[in-house]
């Protein structure tokens, strides 16, 4: 993938970053509008017929749009995200919003795997509604992952959560399986439940044989 062209590059950018914006399939034709690259419909569809075929998107049921897969993403991050520095205001807005008691609901969150887990957690908003299809962990950097709760329509909801500096990708991976697995059909407020409840059983059997 590192010999990726130029064109396949800017239409993976626009589609994932498309994805994370609006939470849906992403068509050619919302390329073509939008993209840097000035290509027809029909271009932009063999571009991302190969990378569907390279494995980095993927079609959502019978949706003519297409979303990123887990490997997309992380190509993406690697390789195509822009970082830029926050300016002071931002800076100051993030800091102020720590422990914000308007933040707290949607923050609580808790390691799902009874091995302590090590690893992740799952940020839901229990306003937010819809149906749980799908949930990736992604690593961003040492401590830093993205959490990418698949729901039904296509829409999606992010998080950046906290982690473990030294989480390794298998135990992400086994998160983002066992929680697609044990959620998959609930909605948000109900995926945080049983996420809530996991957590204290985990907790419960640690402080049993503690």
Do not use: C, W
């Not at 795997?113 to 819809?130: I, K, Q, R, T, Y």
């Not at 030294?166 to 044990?182: H, T, V």
């Amino acid at each position: 993938m590192d010999s990726m062209g130029e064109r396949s590059r800017a239409v993976l950018r626009f589609i994932v970053e498309a994805y994370l914006r609006e939470g849906g399939a992403v068509g050619s034709r919302t390329v073509a509008r939008g993209g840097p690259l000035g290509l027809s419909p029909a271009s932009i569809r063999n571009v991302m017929a190969d990378l569907e075929e390279a494995g980095l998107l993927r079609a959502p049921h019978v949706s003519a749009g297409r979303v990123p897969t887990e490997a997309g993403l992380r190509f993406y991050i690697d390789t195509l995200m822009e970082a830029g520095e926050l300016s002071p205001a931002e800076r100051k807005a993030l800091e102020a919003a720590r422990g914000a008691s308007a933040e707290e609901v949607v923050a609580r969150a808790g390691a799902v795997l009874s091995d302590l887990s090590s690893a992740a957690a799952l940020v839901v908003a229990p306003a937010s509604g819809g149906a749980v299809e799908q949930i990736q962990f992604v690593a961003l950097a040492p401590g830093r992952v993205l959490a990418v709760v698949v729901l039904e329509g296509g829409r999606v909801e992010n998080r950046l959560l906290d982690a473990a500096a030294d989480a390794p990708l298998a135990a992400l991976e086994a998160a983002s399986n066992y929680l697609s697995a044990r959620l998959a059909g609930r909605t948000l407020e109900q995926a945080r439940g049983a996420v809530e409840a996991e957590v204290a059983q985990g907790r419960a059997d640690l402080d049993a044989v503690a």
